[in-house]
């Protein structure tokens, strides 16, 4: 079992829709947690941390983390075109002398 | 500007040959990485460094080496014992281990 696992996608959202991206851990103890954003042949952005249960809002985005069924999710209101992108779900669990581990990405395509 | 700058953008390695991935930061952090990514794949992680002259292997070590000689700095050698050198490398920084990664602008390496 992966550590950090995503489903890889492609998801299509049309635009101006909420886009859902979910992610799974296995590590019960891990505490912090990253959603980053790639987009093709550039390196990674980091968009949102989050900590605690419950949600963190930053504009159009929201965190959400849910310790005790261990998973975590972005949700994107009103989808732009410039939101398409290879999004990564990252963790930092104990099993892991504390390195950040990635999960492989969930492709977002925003349509017209 | 503070950030992360790593070169060449690209580099071509032949067959039998070591190459050199530079990374400099001057963010003042800690802890540095260097991260492989495949296409369609998540980041691996190749090499950590908490403080200076210090590093330790992270999950795709083999064939590669790196040095911490300076906090600012930390080159990554692509040994001619790494078989299948081809990928996107990424250095990162933070401010320490578990902390959020702030990511250069990446390494593409191709073999001639």
């Known amino acids: 079992q992966k550590e950090v696992e995503q489903n890889s996608g492609p998801l299509s959202v049309p635009e101006g829709a909420i886009a859902s991206l979910n992610c799974t851990y296995s590590?019960?103890?891990?505490?912090?947690f990253f959603w980053y954003r790639q987009y093709s042949g550039k390196s990674p952005e980091l968009i949102m941390s989050i900590y605690s249960n419950g949600d963190k809002e930053d504009g159009r985005f929201t965190a959400q983390l849910n310790k005790a069924s261990q998973y975590v999710s972005l949700l994107i209101r009103d989808s732009q075109p410039s939101d398409s992108a290879t999004y990564l779900c990252?963790?930092?669990?104990?099993?892991?002398?504390?390195?950040?581990?990635f999960g492989s990405g969930t492709r977002l395509s925003i349509r017209p | 500007d503070g950030g992360i700058t790593q070169s060449p953008k690209y580099l071509f390695r032949k067959e039998g040959q070591n190459v050199t991935l530079s990374c400099e930061q001057n963010?003042?952090?800690?802890?540095m990485y260097w991260y492989r990514q495949d296409p369609g794949q998540g980041l691996r992680l190749i090499y950590y460094s908490q403080i200076v002259n210090d590093f330790q292997k992270g999950d795709i070590a083999e064939g590669y080496s790196v040095s911490r000689e300076k906090k600012e700095s930390f080159p990554l050698t692509v040994t001619s014992a790494q078989k299948n050198p081809t990928a996107f490398y990424l250095c990162a920084s933070s401010i320490g281990l578990n902390e959020k990664l702030f990511f250069g602008s990446g390494t593409q390496l191709s073999v001639l």
């Open positions: 963010l003042n952090h800690d802890a």
């Open positions: 590590d019960r103890g891990s505490q912090s």
């Open positions: 990252a963790s930092s669990p104990p099993s892991s002398a504390s390195k950040i581990i």
